[in-house]
Structures are given as structure tokens and as C-alpha cells.
């Protein structure tokens, strides 16, 4: 019997183990940290063996095949003993598109908006009626839902990390959002690593798949330029340059856009959409033209763009009070999303920002900086290189190293008028669990703080 060992307990080991029982495999799931209760209450319901707090080494290198957790990196020791073993590793949604039958896929990629995006194509599949699934970066675990449930469709956010470890995986409808240094640490500080791991979205697709793909980014169009042999049907979408595919495309111009796949087209328009600034016509471009292409009416795309709401953490409103606005932008893990976010303020703006920095190069943003924020607060245990980059940039900086000192040196700096803006460009790790935990607690300290506040 083939031998499954599942690397890690979070939510795309639970769901691949509980896959591999299901498909009769000899399976093993090792956690070197602590597994979630609610993952091992599941574990238990199906009789999967579990160890957590360490690794039985022997027992995984006795393995057949491998699923590896993407948050765990290559130079861990037990992934390069597997790797010296020649044992195979592969992904949560490498293993679970085995078992998914004639279901279709449509799968979002990118440095950013990617989040925002596959929400937005979810909400619209789910919308027309389709029988759809959420999975991937967010939603249900890919695997625990083929697992479980018998869907036509699947709606995969996917991380560079997911697509290292696809290799027969084939995305029916692929969408790359854009190509942006982030997660270097993990790509030997190799952009062009980082970047062709990005472009196994078009894997194994052929001529009667999509690919969706912003013109306006030059990595991409030279990443396409690196592969001669793409077949699929590409649906480019830009803002800036003049594009045109017979397959369709999407094109943005003066608050509106347009959209075609066939003979079948589409305007929005972008002053009536409830997710604002360029970013997001550029993400409802992208999820329009992905839609399309899975067969979605054109009525059904513009009326559920039109219903869509801001995704937590990018750019949501935490609350207003002697007008001053406070904006939480906890998922700004990279440049390029604080880049989208200082394009998008409109008044003076006290910035937060810092964390663990993954190899940043700051300069992108140091125009918006000098003319849009006032102050900026550097939350992190070394904010050294951010105070460096902007020390003759931003007239006020506050060097602070925890999270209740930083809320309260913005406090201090903003006066009506200013927005206060956590976008911090950086990952969470020094302070926080995850970017979530440090966006809820922004919302919290506002609540508690500001808009209560006698």
C-alpha cells in the first residue's frame, strides 16, 4: 500500500490527510509545532494517526510520497532529508486534483490583489448559481472539499509556495494578477526564481484553457515572451497599455472598463463598485474576464461586481472620529500592495508600517511618501532600515517597538483631516501570529481607543 505522509497540521495538511484516508492510502500526518484542535478533532473523526510537537523521522522518510504544507520551507531539515532520499513532495492541490473527477478549476495568482480577486470570482460563481467551492489560500481546504463534497467547480487562490509543489496540475481558467518582488527569503533572494514559480499557473494548459494575465506588467509579458510554447486562449487586461487578443481582453480608461472573451462583452463602471482605486478595477477586470470564460451571463458578472464588498484587511475602513479616518491594511505584506495603498490616500496621511522585512527595496514608494504622508510609524522589533529609508522623506518618524506604542504615536500624530494608514509592507512575524491577527487588533485598539473614547 502506498505510504502518504502529510508535513504539517494547519488547514491544507488536515484536509490532504483526511483525502489520502478517504482514498484508502497508509497515511501519517507529522506537526513539528502544535495542531489546532478543531484540525484534530477532525484528524481523530477519521482515524488518521497524527504526531504534533516534533517529527518521527524515520517513519516520514519511510514514505512513498509526501504532501508538504506550504508554509514550511525548503531549507527545513526534514524536507532536505526527504529531499536527499529522492522521496517526492508535492502539494496540497497537486494530490487533491487526482481525485476531483470532470470538476473545473479556476485558480488566482499573483504578488497582489490575489485575494481580492478569487473573492470576487467566488462570489460571482456562487451568485450564478454554479455549484462552486473556495479554496487554496483561503476558504475550505481544497483537498478537505473533494474529500467531502462533490463540486463542478473550484475557485483555488494559490500561492508561489503551492505552485512549487504542482507539477500535473492544470488550471482551467489560470489568472496571474501581476509579477512584484515578495517572499525572496524563500527564492534564495532570486526575483527571476521567484518569478518563474509564479508562471506554473499555465502549466499543462492547452488550447482550450484560459489565461488571464495583466499586459501592464512587464515581468509577465517577459515571462511570456520565455515561453513560446503557450497555447491557452490569453485574456490580457490592462490600464495603460493598448492590447488586443482574439480570445478577448479588458481595457480600463476614465473610471470604466471593458471586457471581452468571444463575441461576448461587458462595461463596468468602476464609480459604482463599493472596492475603490486602481487596484481594484484592475482586480474586477481580471475576475470579470475569468467569468466570462467560465461561461458566466454578462448581466450576472456586472450586477455581482457591483455587490461586492472590500475583503478584510486590504483597505478596509476600521472607523472615523474627529475626522480622522483609520484604514486597516494588514495584508500590505510587500511593496507593491503599499504602493497601491499610498496611490489610493487622498489627504495627509500617518502611516504605519514595519514588521519582518523580506528583502525590500523601499524606493517605489518614497515619491508617495514625500507627498502624501506626514508621519510615519515604525511598528517592529528592527526598524532600522525603514527609518533609514525614510529619514529625510517623512518630516515625522516614530520609531516604536511594540503595537500599543505605535497605535498611540499615530494617535498622537493624526489631526482631522489625516488618514491613519496600517499598510505595513512587511510580514507579521516579529509581533504578530499573522497578518490577520495584527489587522483585527487594529480594529480592536480603534474601537477601544478612538471611537468609544470619552
Known amino acids: 500500500m502506498k505510504r502518504i505522509v502529510?508535513?504539517?497540521?494547519?488547514?491544507?495538511?488536515?484536509?490532504?490527510?483526511?483525502?489520502a484516508k478517504k482514498e484508502g492510502f497508509d497515511v501519517f500526518l507529522s506537526d513539528a509545532g502544535r495542531i489546532a484542535d478543531r484540525f484534530k478533532r477532525k484528524l481523530e473523526e477519521w482515524n488518521v494517526p497524527y504526531e504534533e510537537g516534533g517529527h518521527s523521522v524515520e517513519r516520514i522518510l519511510a514514505?512513498?510520497?509526501?504532501?508538504k504544507s506550504p508554509g514550511i520551507p525548503e531549507k527545513a531539515p526534514i524536507v532536505k532529508a526527504?529531499?536527499?532520499?529522492?522521496?517526492?513532495?508535492?502539494?496540497?492541490?497537486?494530490?487533491?486534483?487526482?481525485y476531483m473527477g470532470k470538476s473545473r478549476t479556476i485558480c488566482i495568482t499573483g504578488s497582489n490583489g490575489k485575494t481580492t480577486t478569487t473573492s470576487l470570482i467566488y462570489k460571482i460563481m456562487k451568485d450564478c448559481g454554479a455549484n462552486v467551492a473556495l479554496g487554496g489560500n483561503i476558504g475550505e481546504s481544497f483537498a478537505y472539499s473533494v474529500a467531502t463534497g462533490e463540486y463542478d467547480w473550484y475557485v483555488l487562490e494559490l500561492s508561489s509556495f503551492q505552485l512549487d509543489g504542482m507539477f500535473e496540475f492544470k488550471a482551467d481558467v489560470g489568472v496571474l494578477m501581476n509579477i512584484t518582488p515578495d517572499h525572496l527569503d524563500r527564492y534564495d533572494y532570486s526575483f527571476e526564481k521567484y518569478a518563474a514559480s509564479k508562471m506554473r499557473i499555465t502549466q499543462n494548459q492547452h488550447s482550450l484553457n484560459y489565461f488571464v494575465y495583466s499586459a501592464d506588467d512587464d515581468i509577465?509579458?517577459?515571462?511570456?515572451?520565455?515561453?513560446?510554447?503557450m497555447r491557452q486562449r490569453q485574456l490580457p487586461f490592462a490600464a495603460k497599455t493598448a492590447i488586443a487578443s482574439a480570445a478577448g481582453d479588458g481595457f480600463y480608461t476614465e473610471n470604466e472598463f471593458t471586457v471581452r472573451v468571444g463575441n461576448r462583452e461587458l462595461t463596468i463602471d468602476c464609480t459604482r463598485m463599493k472596492?475603490?482605486?486602481?487596484?481594484?478595477?484592475?482586480?474586477?477586470?481580471?475576475?470579470?474576464?475569468?467569468?466570462?470564460?467560465?461561461?458566466v451571463e454578462e448581466e450576472q458578472v456586472a450586477k455581482s461586481i457591483y455587490d461586492f464588498c472590500p475583503v478584510e484587511h486590504r483597505l478596509e475602513p476600521a472607523g472615523e472620529k474627529d475626522g480622522v479616518k483609520w484604514i486597516n491594511d494588514s495584508k500590505a505584506t510587500n511593496v507593491d500592495s503599499v504602493w497601491y495603498a499610498l496611490e489610493s490616500m487622498t489627504r495627509p496621511t500617518v502611516w504605519i508600517a514595519g514588521g519582518t522585512d523580506k528583502g525590500n527595496d523601499y524606493t517605489p514608494l518614497k515619491e508617495f511618501a514625500r507627498r502624501k504622508v506626514k508621519a510615519l510609524i515604525c511598528m517592529g522589533v528592527d526598524n532600522q532600515k525603514l527609518v533609514k529609508e525614510f529619514s529625510d522623506i517623512v518630516p515625522i518618524i516614530r520609531d516604536c517597538n511594540t503595537f500599543d506604542e505605535a497605535m498611540r504615536a499615530a494617535a498622537e500624530c493624526a489631526e482631522s483631516g489625516d488618514t491613519v494608514l496600517l499598510s505595513p509592507a512587511c510580514a507579521s512575524f516579529d509581533l504578530f501570529k499573522n497578518y490577520e491577527q495584527r489587522g483585527r487588533m487594529f480594529k480592536e485598539w480603534v474601537a477601544d481607543n478612538i471611537l468609544t473614547a470619552k
Open 275 to 295: 472596492i475603490k482605486g486602481l487596484h481594484n478595477a484592475y482586480n474586477a477586470m481580471a475576475a470579470a474576464l475569468a467569468t466570462l470564460a467560465a461561461g
Open 220 to 229: 509577465i509579458s517577459q515571462q511570456i515572451a520565455l515561453h513560446p510554447e
Open 82 to 98: 526527504l529531499r536527499e532520499r529522492n522521496i517526492p513532495i508535492i502539494s496540497e492541490m497537486e494530490f487533491a486534483c487526482r
Open 6 to 19: 502529510v508535513l504539517g497540521g494547519g488547514i491544507s495538511g488536515y484536509g490532504s490527510a483526511i483525502l
Open 63 to 67: 514514505a512513498t510520497e509526501v504532501i
